[in-house]
């Protein structure tokens, strides 16, 4: 890593181990492929002094959020959140690793919808929302996704009327949970929930 250089786009940390993702246009490539994106997690092992790639894919798709929890006895079990707007297959995209980044694999696939934001927690627990807007109710439309194994898969488990998730924020064993984003009229917004059960 370049001296001084600080890595600027978010993070997830755990431990010792720390895991970024980056959304980067590329300038020099051909005129045909300039609006390609690479969609890249990199991880660290100390502290962030220096960064590894441990996933790429090239095109439309890029990263939006990524979040890793160490699993008792095992590697790290992370879960990564990210879209494509364009393209042959625009929609949301949620990653899975179960050993600390070596592999990756496609856990959810939705056309029609974005998805910004995911959370996995030391028990096990993972979230993220996909949100979509329609015209018929008019406004947007989120759906909540819940796991009990890291993230290795997913359920849906309730959709929020009028609400476009940003941001999550999930306490454990069903607590409270709290999404930040934006209502149909433009407004910012928080909505709280236990194991889905929206206020």
Not at 4 to 29: E, F, I
Not at 157 to 173: A, H
Request: charged share 15%; aromatic share 14%.
């Amino acid at each position: 890593m370049a001296e001084g250089l600080k890595l600027t786009h978010p993070t997830a940390a755990n431990a010792n181990n720390t895991y970024a993702m980056s959304k980067l246009r590329v300038a020099d490539v051909p005129a045909e492929k300039a609006d390609e994106y690479y969609g890249s997690i990199a991880k660290s092992t100390d502290g962030g002094e220096t960064w590894r790639t441990v996933y790429t894919e090239r095109g439309e798709f890029y990263f939006n959020e990524i979040s890793c929890q160490p699993v008792p006895g095992g590697a790290d079990s992370c879960v990564a959140v990210g879209e494509a707007s364009a393209g042959p297959n625009p929609g949301a995209r949620v990653y899975h690793s179960g050993d600390g980044g070596l592999t990756w694999t496609q856990v959810f696939f939705a056309q029609g919808v974005n998805v910004m934001a995911v959370q996995v927690l030391a028990n096990g627990e993972a979230w993220f929302a996909t949100s979509r807007f329609q015209f018929d109710p008019f406004g947007f439309v989120s759906t909540f996704y819940y796991s009990t194994n890291y993230g290795a898969s997913f359920t849906a488990t309730q959709e929020l009327s009028g609400f476009n998730v940003f941001g999550l924020s999930i306490l454990p064993n069903g607590r409270a949970g709290f999404a930040a984003g934006m209502t149909n009229d433009q407004q910012c917004a928080i909505a709280s929930m236990v194991m889905g059960k929206s206020d």
